[in-house]
């Protein structure tokens, strides 16, 4: 038996998707920058995509700008909001996604002064400690994630954004992780930049979007050409542009099903796990506020610690010890490093999708408990 539970890192590409991604590669391969009969349907493929994505989040198609992925759509965002609006400071948190850590500490090099806000001791961000960060200092940008892709904590979006508004501070937030499995209403979420990736929510790798308010005014980070009214120079990416699109529409057409499929899922896992390995805990605020995809498990410390994704591997099951953008790398997580826990004990994050069963947890755990019943538990 083969479980996939890593989709977190990413999913699997949803077949009505496949079907509308082949179609536009058969029928619509003109340039939509041509102004002739085939370069004018392939516009229309976008544009009509560039709408779909915008009724889904309440939004205007304009505010739609259409990216390689969430990494180029975090640091475009942040790094036009220092050179187009003024932007002296960013607060942002230690546990973001290295697409928005990197980019602050790149920009921190620049003299752009980098505030790291407080977090409680399960990962959650100290939103008073946030409040008091913004009531004074330079123009400022907070970046913070609305649920952490190691973790699963949610950010409470609407606070934040009105604290933002209070002391005239840009928003801007990475919904990578939840973009598909809720729902945005922006005409009520007062966000300056928001940002998504396709391959998250089953569609296709290499394309995302990011959401720039019309209040808000930036020049383009990609120069070359009128592309994305002028905002992103280069080819656009029809086929991807128009699978992200048919992807939105089958997410928001079954997510209340989706939600309580994997919900059930995951609170499943829990209690299974509870019965099968002594000692097992829970990374982040797994029971609480948590986006209902991730589930980061704390196991006891054995002879075998380190050893432990790689054993599951071997048995047939995909997991992650923490963000796949990092997984090929020999330092730990740096979102687990944050956190009030036990380093040695070894950590796995298991992320769900509409695809997965019942049998695919039923088997994981026995996998587990299998190589927890080998071993003795030092601690």
């Known amino acids: ?81 220092i050179r187009d609006l003024g ?44 409040e008091e960060l913004l009531a004074s200092g330079p123009k400022t940008l907070v970046s913070l994630m609305h649920a952490n892709n190691e973790i699963g904590n949610l950010l409470d979006l609407k606070k934040v954004s009105e604290m933002c508004r209070r002391n005239g501070a840009y928003f801007h937030t ?32 290499g394309i995302g979007f990011l959401y720039i308010n019309s209040k808000v005014q930036v020049k383009p980070m990609i120069h070359g050409g009128a592309q994305e009214r002028n905002m992103r120079g280069g080819t656009e990416n029809i086929y ?68 432990l994704l790689f054993n599951l591997d071997i048995m047939g099951i995909s997991a992650s010890g923490g963000s796949a953008c990092s997984s090929g790398s020999n330092v730990g997580s740096h979102v687990l490093a944050q956190l009030d826990r036990d380093q040695q004990r070894p950590a796995i994050r298991f992320s769900f999708s509409k695809f997965n069963t019942k049998e695919d947890i039923d088997f994981t755990v026995s996998k587990i408990a299998e190589l927890f019943a080998k071993h003795k538990i030092i601690s």
Do not use: W
């Open 240 to 307: 991807g542009i128009v699978g992200l699109a048919k992807a939105m529409d089958v997410a928001y057409g079954e997510l209340k099903q989706h939600q309580d499929h994997v919900q059930g899922l995951k609170t499943y896992m829990i209690s299974e796990l509870r019965n099968a390995v002594e000692g097992v805990k829970f990374n982040g605020d797994a029971e609480g506020d948590s986006l209902y995809t991730v589930l980061n498990v704390c196991f006891p410390h054995t002879p075998i610690s380190e050893m």
């Open 87 to 130: 932007v002296k400071r960013i607060i942002t948190s230690k546990i973001e996604h290295h697409a928005v850590l990197h980019t602050a500490e790149c920009a921190e090099k620049d003299g752009v002064q980098l505030v790291f806000v407080k977090l409680t001791p399960n990962g959650h961000v100290d939103l008073s400690n946030l």
């Open 1 to 81: 038996m083969s479980v996939y539970l890593d989709n977190a890192a990413t999913t699997q590409i949803d077949s009505e998707v496949i079907e509308a991604v082949c179609r536009v590669m058969k029928e619509n391969y003109g340039n939509p920058s041509s102004v002739h009969g085939h370069g004018r349907k392939a516009r229309a493929e976008i544009e009509k995509a560039r709408r779909t994505a915008a009724a889904h989040l309440k939004a205007s198609p304009a505010e739609i700008f259409f990216t390689s992925g969430g990494t180029e759509a975090d640091n475009m965002a942040i790094l036009c909001s």
């Open 174 to 205: 990475d919904t990578v992780q939840t973009m598909c499995h809720y729902k945005f209403n922006l005409q009520e979420l007062d966000v300056d930049f928001l940002t998504a990736s396709a391959h998250k929510f089953h569609g296709p790798k």
